[in-house]
Structures are given as C-alpha cells and as structure tokens.
C-alpha cells in the first residue's frame, strides 16, 4: 500500500486547508486512517484517525472543534480539514494507516505518506 499525502501549502492564521490521503495497490477500505504531524524540533504527534466506517473519529485536545477527518472509500481517499489555523500548527503532515482499531500509537500504524508541508504565517 503507497500513501499520497497533499493539499499543505502557506497559509494566513485563521485560514483553511483540507489535505488529502490516497491510497494506492490496494483499498483501505477496511482499515483505520490517522494523521499525524511533526513540527520542527519536535516529536511526532498524533493529530486524528477514523475507523474504517467512517463513523467514529478521534482528536487530539489541540485540534478538536477545529480539525475534522473523514473519508471516502469510494476514493481511496482520507481527509483533514483544518479550520481557524494559527502558527503553532505549523509542521509536517503525515498520514497513516492500520488494519485495525484506532490507536494513537505511531508504532502501531503499518503504512505511512510522505507527509505535505503546512506552513501557517501569523
């Protein structure tokens, strides 16, 4: 399974950007998503996943009432979209995918995207 990660880019605090998470060689259908980020000179953190339904999602405290994830299997495809954005959410995006339950864990997830810059200017 290949991972595409898109959709970063420069933005003003207070914007939105939707990223994206296609998956290739094979459907993920069945497994569970999750974005994780890594800004400079920091760990990896966990930002959000969504089982394989769609229908339960979980956030990390930093990003809940502002970031939402969904999916569409019909695509292949994962989304985030971050709203009301400010400079601390400046990283490295990262998704990744499991074939089962959700986790926070990174170690837990098998395939990971490439990740896609987001920068956010105050």
């Known amino acids: 399974v290949q991972l595409q990660a898109s959709g970063g880019g420069l933005v003003q605090a207070g914007a939105s950007l939707r990223l994206s998470c296609t998956a290739s060689?094979?459907?993920?259908?069945?497994?569970?998503v999750a974005w994780f980020r890594q800004a400079p000179g920091k760990e990896r953190e966990f930002v959000a996943s969504?089982?394989?339904?769609?229908?339960?999602?979980y956030y990390a405290d930093f990003v809940k009432g502002r970031f939402s994830i969904s999916r569409d299997n019909t695509k292949n495809t994962a989304y985030l979209q971050m709203n009301s954005l400010t400079p601390e959410d400046t990283a490295v995006y990262y998704c990744?995918?499991?074939?089962?339950?959700?986790?926070?864990?990174?170690?837990?997830?098998?395939?990971w995207g490439q990740g896609t810059q987001v920068t956010v200017s105050s």
């Open positions: 990744a995918a499991r074939s089962g339950g959700t986790s926070r864990a990174q170690l837990s997830y098998d395939y």
């Open positions: 060689g094979r459907s993920f259908s069945s497994w569970t």
């Open positions: 969504i089982i394989w339904s769609g229908i339960n999602t």
